[in-house]
């Protein structure tokens, strides 16, 4: 497991010349072992902050460092995983083989074939095993993307909008999943969404971000699994929903 | 039924062909019929001169054709993947993409020869573009998304090219011998046409001194299947190669 630590971080983007801010003073804590939403409207710099925190994009300034067991560590030392908006995998591999692809370096074949078939079982995707990524939906393809994230056994999972180009009913089903995921497996995640009931029906935390900023930080202390009519519920998602909308 | 459809014209052509001869609307000599045609190439396969000159010409294709791959798919994996180097290489390309190999013929007898080196060479410069690009733009056509994938799950250089790039690019690349050997094909008659002691080429253009049409008739023939033989070849190779791709890959060919 691992935390994060990001201190006074920015990102900036040059558009012909003109620097454009896509984050600014970004200070944020996420606990080891925690599950953390971030929450905003489109273009408020939800999916670079993950970037960032994957390196895949390098900072203009600031830290982000990580820590384990108390201590600080770097980057390289901590396993990091990443489910992206689209499914993103590869159309040449069928789900097995996608899902084993994250196990590149193990060596024990042996090991590989179980740690894939445990996931594949787990999400349901044991009767697809062989299909290929165009022979399967949505849904499929996304837990798929999923299943692989979780065969590389991260420390810290960071996810894109994940169920975000779902169907209501898919997208229902695999929440509730994510949290039952996050309770046996209790690794530390960060979930960006648009979706403010699907930010506060997962997360322990919700960041909420507008124009590159983090305007709040609001803790979610509900139990799950969570009921989305409870009143408790309705009124974090109110108060989350008006401040991303006075703005 | 696709297959009856496909043979249609042919037959057609075929039929239409054989009225006009009986009738005798054109001077024989000029065009044979079809029955002096199979009875021509009978004779050819019976004493051993059609399989000749075919081994000879498909024996130069093939060589000249693998000799350019090992060049150019290298070549265009190490560009693709290091885009800084492509600064030098693309106007010394780019230059010598536009000179027709045929153009080179005269000088490559003057170096050396009308022996084998020279079809090979014309060969190699005819077929080493379209391998060429076609590996390029699938390299560089890869998706970044897929890469960063990659990148996530700590690949290295060797895994990034073996796991995402080559397959991404394989159809392109597949692309490009066929049209690779299309082009090789073609050049090496035209080389074997101007100067040649044996192929297919060769063939051709004594029987056109010797007056004998038939002949020049079976040579077309055979290089226009060989060619399809050779290109459906590499569509069912291509299915067997990329079995997550539907149906086969139809460049361009539907």
Redesign the interface.
């Known amino acids: 497991m691992a935390g994060v630590e990001i201190r006074e971080a920015a990102k900036i983007y040059y558009i012909k010349g003109n620097p454009v801010y896509a984050l600014a003073d970004i200070n944020l804590s996420i606990a080891d072992g925690s599950f953390v939403t971030v929450v905003g409207k489109s273009g408020c710099g939800k999916s670079t902050l993950l970037r960032l925190i994957?390196g895949?994009e390098p900072l203009t300034s600031g830290t982000i460092t990580f820590t384990a067991d108390g201590c600080v560590k770097r980057r390289s030392e901590q396993r990091?995983?990443?489910v992206?908006q689209?499914p993103?995998l590869?159309?040449?591999?069928t789900v097995e083989q996608n899902m084993a692809?994250?196990l590149?370096?193990e060596p024990d074949k042996q090991k590989v074939k179980a740690t894939v078939d445990h996931f594949l079982s787990l999400l349901g995707l044991k009767r697809f095993k062989d299909a290929?990524?165009?022979q399967i939906s949505g849904g499929m393809a996304q837990r798929t993307a999923l299943g692989r994230t979780l065969c590389?056994d991260p420390d810290l999972i960071l996810m894109d909008e994940p169920l975000g180009a779902l169907d209501a009913f898919t997208r229902r089903n695999l929440q509730k999943e994510m949290v039952e995921l996050f309770q046996q497996q209790r690794k530390t995640i960060v979930f960006v969404t648009h979706d403010v009931d699907e930010a506060v029906f997962l997360g322990q935390k919700t960041v909420v971000l507008d124009a590159g900023r983090v305007i709040r930080e609001v803790a979610i202390p509900l139990d799950y699994p969570r009921v989305i009519t409870d009143r408790a519920f309705f009124l974090l998602r109110e108060d989350i929903m008006n401040m991303i909308m006075s703005d | 039924m696709k297959l009856i459809k496909g043979l249609a014209i042919p037959v057609l052509i075929l039929l239409l062909w054989l009225y006009v001869s009986i009738q005798g609307f054109f001077n024989s000599y000029l065009l044979p019929s079809p029955v002096t045609i199979a009875g021509t190439m009978g004779q050819l396969i019976e004493n051993g001169l059609l399989l000749k000159h075919i081994g000879i010409s498909l024996y130069r294709v093939l060589l000249g054709f693998s000799l350019t791959f090992l060049l150019a798919f290298p070549l265009a994996v190490l560009l693709g993947m290091n885009q800084k180097w492509n600064d030098y290489f693309d106007p010394v390309l780019d230059f010598i993409r536009h000179v027709p190999p045929l153009a080179c013929v005269p000088l490559l007898i003057l170096w050396f020869g009308i022996g084998e080196p020279p079809k090979i060479a014309i060969i190699m410069l005819a077929t080493f573009f379209p391998v060429f690009l076609n590996t390029l733009n699938g390299v560089l056509g890869c998706d970044k998304?897929?890469l960063?994938?990659g990148?996530?799950?700590?690949?290295t250089a060797v895994?990034r090219f073996r796991?995402?790039i080559l397959?991404?690019a394989?159809p392109s690349v597949i692309l490009g011998m066929r049209l690779g050997l299309g082009y090789s094909w073609r050049s090496l008659i035209g080389a074997e046409l101007i100067a040649a002691s044996s192929g297919i080429g060769y063939m051709i253009i004594d029987a056109e001194q010797i007056s004998r049409p038939d002949i020049i008739f079976v040579g077309i023939l055979t290089i226009g299947l060989f060619g399809y033989c050779i290109d459906y070849g590499f569509l069912k190779l291509t299915d067997y190669l990329?079995?997550?791709e539907?149906r086969q890959v139809d460049y361009g060919r539907g």
């Open positions: 994957c895949l990091i995983s990443m992206f689209e993103r590869m159309p040449w591999l692809m994250a590149i370096h290929y990524p165009r590389y | 998304k897929l960063e994938v990148q996530v799950f700590e690949f895994d796991r995402i397959p991404s394989l990329m079995p997550w539907d």
